[in-house]
């Protein structure tokens, strides 16, 4: 299992970023995708998950109504638009997979990490 990130980069308070994930190892458009957030000095942060078909998607409550998250089965990609960025926003961002059995509303994700993209949101 291998995720690589992109997209990642600097924006001013109320820009735009679009992230990318590049998934492979495994059968994607059978699992549920995620993306997640680190910030130095918090916790790991879940941010969006989207599920195999993309039908359904979950936000944080602090990224709702300023992210969406996307994916191409074809492509075996996910992508995460972020408008009105915050400097609070600023972290490095993954992608990951569900572990099995975990749901859209009940998410875990698998312990295989990639080496992420950063964001950084600044005046």
């Known amino acids: 299992v291998q995720f690589e990130e992109s997209g990642g980069g600097s924006a001013q308070p109320g820009g735009s970023l679009r992230l990318t994930c590049a998934a492979s190892g495994f059968d994607f458009g059978g699992w549920i995708m995620s993306w997640h957030r680190h910030a130095p000095g918090k916790e790991r942060e879940l941010v969006a998950v989207i599920s195999s078909l993309g039908g359904t998607t979950v936000y944080a409550d602090s990224v709702k109504g300023r992210f969406t998250i996307s994916r191409d089965n074809a492509k075996n990609t996910v992508d995460l638009q972020m408008n009105s960025l915050v400097p609070e926003d600023t972290a490095m961002y993954y992608c990951?997979?569900?572990?099995?059995?975990?749901?859209?509303?009940?998410?875990?994700?698998?312990?295989?990490w990639g080496k992420g993209t950063l964001v950084v949101v600044a005046s």
């Open positions: 990951n997979k569900a572990t099995f059995g975990a749901t859209v509303y009940d998410y875990s994700p698998t312990e295989y």
